[in-house]
């Protein structure tokens, strides 16, 4: 659930960048909260899942809310979403190969 309310949320920060139709805008702005809210209540009742989201998954969902939703759009953890998350990630695709490499070179060198 956090995986799609983070996706959910960069798609905003994304469009909110090139959308011109404030009409439309906020239509999808509303369909977004609505996802994410919804995630939230289903996620959280074991009527409806048999797994309950953790209570960290349920914290970073209330924290995409709070960045489509605010004024601003907290400008300081757009940033984070949209630059240094995929920095993070390629840093550690990049370590994770050079692990493997390590393991291959490692292995060959035992046989």
């Not at 048999?50 to 349920?58: C, G, L, R, Y």
């Not at 979403?81 to 550690?92: G, P, V």
Request: proline share 1%; aromatic share 6%; glycine share 2%.
């Amino acid at each position: 659930s956090a995986v799609l309310g983070t996706t959910l949320t960069k798609l905003f920060l994304r469009l909110k960048t090139v959308h011109k139709d404030d009409q439309e805008f906020n239509g999808l702005t509303a369909e977004i909260l609505l996802m994410i809210t919804s995630l939230i209540r289903a996620g959280s009742d074991p009527r409806i899942t048999k797994i309950v989201i953790d209570e960290d998954s349920t914290n970073h969902l209330w924290n995409c809310i709070y960045i489509i939703s605010s004024q601003d759009n907290a400008a300081e953890l757009t940033d984070v979403y949209l630059s240094e998350c995929q920095e993070s990630f390629k840093q550690a695709s990049e370590a994770q190969k050079k692990s493997k490499d390590m393991m291959s070179s490692i292995e060959a060198k035992e046989t």
